[in-house]
């Protein structure tokens, strides 16, 4: 069964703190890696794409990464603004074109 | 260039009533999926829908809950004669189509939060 694992489920860090978020997928006909980020009361924003092994995406404190397993998120120096979940997604091929499945997400809360 | 629309943003309904969410889809995306989201759990995948049709419905269950997403106006997620467990928040997102579309990541609208008392 297609599956994508997030952890840890929750992540306390101090202002300046840095860390990471892991995904772990086992899916078949992977077509892409997602990261999203959804605020409370909100939907899902995109931050980045990722399609092959070895692959890194840069957005200011954050970076992504994908292996043949996993996904990592890397946060460098959070900030109290970086607080909220953070969401990974798999893209795969589905009857008539591709579906989504998301992670259950890792909710990130920064203390200044 | 307006997002993902969706409407109500909340919507209370008594057990047995008929819930209808809305979704305006991105202007020029063709492709509108619903997701259902409860406290604390990931996003879990219902309905891929197409202009008029329905693409994939396998996460969907297959009583009560329909979806259409007409040539014409918003998609629709229909759930007849609710029940408490109903109750979540349900997002709509939409993609662009094209024969590369897998590459274009989902545009989320904010949510339709769903009380059933």
């Known amino acids: 069964e297609d599956q994508v694992t997030q952890s840890p489920e929750a992540l306390r860090l101090q202002e300046g703190e840095s860390s990471s978020l892991n995904c772990s997928y086992t899916v078949s006909g992977l077509r892409g890696l997602f990261w999203y980020r959804q605020d409370p009361g909100k939907g899902p924003e995109f931050l980045f794409t990722l399609y092959s092994a070895g692959e890194e995406k840069e957005k200011e404190r954050l970076k992504a990464t994908l292996t043949k397993k996993e996904s990592f998120l890397h946060i460098t120096a959070p900030k109290p603004e970086d607080s909220a979940t953070y969401l990974c997604?798999?893209?795969?091929?589905?009857?008539?074109?591709?579906?989504?499945?998301f992670g259950a997400g890792t909710r990130l809360f920064v203390k200044a | 260039n307006a997002g993902v629309m969706q409407n109500p943003r909340h919507l209370v309904r008594r057990r047995g009533q008929e819930a209808r969410l809305r979704c305006s889809p991105v202007k020029g995306h063709s492709h509108v999926y619903w997701y259902r989201q409860l406290p604390e759990e990931g996003l879990k995948f219902m309905v891929y829908?197409?202009?008029?049709?329905?693409?994939?419905e396998s996460g969907m269950p297959k009583e009560r809950f329909s979806a259409e997403f007409p040539k014409e106006g918003p998609s629709i997620l229909r759930i007849q004669q609710v029940v408490r467990g109903d109750s979540a928040a349900y997002f709509c997102?939409?993609?662009?189509?094209?024969?590369?579309?897998?590459?274009?990541?989902?545009?989320f609208g904010n949510g339709t939060r769903l009380t059933v008392t």
């Open positions: 829908l197409q202009k008029e049709n329905i693409i994939d």
């Open positions: 997102a939409s993609s662009s189509s094209g024969p590369y579309s897998y590459n274009s990541p989902l545009h």
């Open positions: 997604a798999a893209r795969l091929d589905s009857t008539g074109g591709f579906k989504t499945i």
